[in-house]
């Protein structure tokens, strides 16, 4: 039971480039998320997914896109990366209450 | 909106010795409460939440919190501090009713500093 997992782990883009964020869950959870994190702002919410299927914005999505493939997989594209996407990114599932957060990509455009 | 405020960066306490991390929020409706744990480049994990019911929640590592209505408080306490300890520690908040999805509100994070 691997819990969360999060692919890449580190990765440097150039302005302009595109890349997409994996993430997947073996917990058979429903509702599936993706944050950033900044130094002394805590954890936005760009995107989630209450269930498969849905997908809805959060705090913080422009410049992203989601896909929810389907109830383990939600990834997270970055169609055109900018300076200010540099960040931590960070994917969680949850079932109930609680949710299970990944070990995070660290993510830098230059 | 739901919003969390946690209004220290960084608590110091000597290891042995109780702490308090401190967070007040504000949400529609009854809160539902959570506290997570944040070790130097790893995700989150999940300490404690106050749902319902008593108002003192017990968690992992002996971690506690206490969830205080009048004041819209849930303050994170443990009786004995360990070096361990030190982390980033963030609560986080979202609205209790029901059919909507676990759209978690975090604070800006308080770091812990546990001494010998």
């Known amino acids: 039971n691997a819990g969360v997992t999060q692919t890449p782990k580190f990765q440097v883009l150039k302005t302009g480039q595109s890349m997409t964020l994996q993430c997947a869950q073996d917990?058979?959870?429903?509702?599936m998320y993706w944050y950033r994190q900044d130094p002394g702002m805590g954890l936005r919410l760009i995107y989630y997914s209450a269930s498969e299927g849905t997908t809805d914005k959060g705090e913080v999505p422009n410049g992203y896109n989601v896909s929810r493939l389907n109830k383990r997989e939600f990834s997270l594209r970055l169609e055109s990366a900018a300076p200010s996407q540099t960040s931590v990114y960070f994917c969680?599932?949850?079932?109930?209450?609680?949710?299970?957060f990944g070990p995070g990509t660290r993510l830098t455009v230059t | 909106a739901q919003s969390v405020a946690q209004p220290e960066d960084q608590v110091n306490v000597a290891e042995g010795n109780p702490l308090t991390v401190k967070c007040t929020y504000s949400?529609?409706?009854?809160?539902?409460l959570f506290w997570y744990v944040q070790y130097p480049n790893r995700g989150l994990q999940f300490l404690l939440k106050?749902?319902?019911?008593?108002?003192l929640v017990k968690g992992s590592y002996g971690f506690e919190a206490e969830f205080n209505k009048s004041q819209t408080s849930f303050h994170l306490k443990k009786p004995s501090a360990l070096v361990s300890d030190s982390a980033l520690y963030f609560c986080a908040v979202r609205d209790g009713r029901t059919g909507t999805a676990s759209k978690l509100t975090f604070g800006t994070g308080t770091r812990l500093q546990v001494t010998l």
């Open positions: 106050y749902i319902t019911g008593d108002n």
């Open positions: 917990m058979n959870h429903n509702s």
């Open positions: 969680a599932s949850s079932l109930a209450y609680e949710q299970y």
């Open positions: 949400v529609s409706g009854n809160p539902y």
